[in-house]
Every structure is written in structure tokens, then in C-alpha cells.
């Protein structure tokens, strides 16, 4: 499947970031990457400080990613996340990036046929995964479980498609325990993190709703308990001092 990203950028009215229903939250996450996508990689880095590269490279370390195996990258975006198994494969495995949103992956498509990768790209829904139980060894989700419309949907069938001892590996941003630290990373969100969006996309609302809601996510013990009612075993590992969280939560 070849994908093109769009030739306009859609021009909307700013919202509201008030959602009553999980479609219409489905639909303003959708038009929000439409609107990104071409700037969504200098946005990560320049907002990570380049620190971003590094979480995701201690993702796929500690959720072991190994050749041979199967890996389904959820939410795969611009395709960083896959492009990086792919990498540690080799050629030997399967490594599928699925995502909603073709602008998003149009820009992950140039990537891997620049970087002469494996990997295959789906457009489809995070909660309605199409496929079958136990397909995968390693499923990823990068940066997203907080723009899912509805949380336990879309973990229950990422988990779903994890073979029994496999691994759900979830990387999202996170919330520092020490509190200086956490008000100084909710101020950063809310300033350097929406400037520097507005200077790359001449756009602010997708990141004030991008600070919004790293603001308004669940804590890492919250998650944790969501993750363990799914009948899983989770691993929390803080990283950068906790402003990034990954979960290693492996199928029983």
C-alpha cells in the first residue's frame, strides 16, 4: 500500500479539547496529526531536547526486541518506534507499524525506504486490531496511550494480540515524583514545549492540547493497576527521572 502525505495542511477554527463521545475524540486526534505530521519529527526532537531517540532506544533494549520475533508497533506515527526494530532484526522477523493516520504514515513510509528497512505499514485502528490472538512477541505504543478514546479498549487488544509470555512494551511521558521537578516539567509543557510547536506548525492549539493531556493522564501507579486488571505483570520504569514512563507488561 503507497501512501501520499497531503499536498494542504486543513485549516480548522481552534477547540475546545472537550469530547463527549470517544468518536469525537478519535476524529480531533486524527485531524490534529493531519495537521503535524509534517513537522512531527523536528517537533520531538526540539521539544525532547533529542532526548527522545534515547527513550525509545531503551524501550525496545528493555523489552528485549531480538531477531526473529514478530513485532507490532500500535500508533506507529512517523515510524520511529518500528523503524528501530526493524533495525535491531536485522532482516530476520516480522516488524508490522499501524496507525490511523495516513499523513502520519506517508512520512514513516519515506523513512524506512530511505534507511532500506523491513517493515510493513498498516492504516487501521489501535481498538480494533485485525488481528488474530497471540500473533505477536512484542507489541509497541509509543507516546499515544493517552490519545486512545477509550484506554482499556485499546489495551485489551493490544494485549490480546501478545502470545501468552510476550510483551506489551508502553512508552509514554510521565509524571516525575519529585514535585519540584514536576511542576518545572508541567511549566515547560505549557511554555517552551507549545512555543516551540507554534514556531515549527504556525499552529498552538495541537500542543496545548498535547500538554493537556500529558497533564491530565494517569499516574504510573493508575496505569499500572489498569495494565494488572487485564491479567498482566508490569514492570514500571522511570525514565529521565520519571518525565517519560515504560511499562514492560508482559501476558500471563
Known amino acids: 500500500m503507497t501512501l501520499t502525505a497531503p499536498s494542504t495542511t486543513m485549516r480548522h477554527p481552534a477547540p475546545t479539547f472537550s469530547f463527549t463521545t470517544p468518536q469525537e475524540k ?16 523536528w517537533f520531538n526532537r526540539l521539544a525532547s531536547c533529542g532526548l527522545d531517540g534515547s527513550w525509545r532506544r531503551a524501550a525496545v533494549r528493555r523489552g528485549t526486541v531480538e531477531s526473529g520475533q514478530t513485532v507490532l508497533d500500535v500508533c506507529a506515527g512517523t515510524g520511529d518506534l518500528a523503524l528501530l526494530c526493524a533495525a535491531r532484526q536485522a532482516g530476520q522477523g516480522t516488524v508490522i507499524g499501524l496507525d490511523m493516520n495516513p499523513a502520519m504514515l506517508s512520512y514513516a513510509q519515506r523513512k524506512q525506504q530511505r534507511r532500506h528497512l523491513r517493515v510493513g505499514w498498516l492504516q487501521s485502528d489501535a481498538q480494533t486490531l485485525p488481528f488474530a490472538d497471540g500473533r505477536f512477541d512484542r507489541v509497541l505504543i509509543g507516546f499515544s496511550t493517552r490519545n486512545l478514546s477509550d484506554l ?25 515524583a519529585n514535585p519540584v521537578l514536576r511542576v518545572a516539567y508541567q511549566t515547560f509543557l505549557f511554555t517552551v514545549v507549545r512555543v516551540v510547536g507554534l514556531l515549527l506548525t504556525g499552529q498552538l492549539w495541537p500542543f496545548t492540547y498535547l500538554a493537556r493531556s500529558v497533564r491530565g493522564f494517569l499516574t504510573p501507579q493508575e496505569m499500572i493497576e489498569r495494565l494488572q486488571s487485564l491479567k498482566t505483570t508490569v514492570e514500571y520504569v522511570p525514565l529521565s527521572h520519571g518525565l517519560v514512563s515504560l511499562y514492560l507488561v508482559t501476558k500471563t
Open 152 to 176: 482499556m479498549s485499546g489495551l485489551r487488544e493490544m494485549i490480546r494480540v501478545v502470545r501468552p509470555g510476550g510483551q506489551l512494551i508502553i512508552l509514554e511521558m510521565g509524571r516525575p
Open 26 to 41: 478519535r476524529s480531533f486526534v486524527q485531524r490534529l496529526f493531519t495537521n503535524i505530521a509534517p513537522r512531527y519529527d
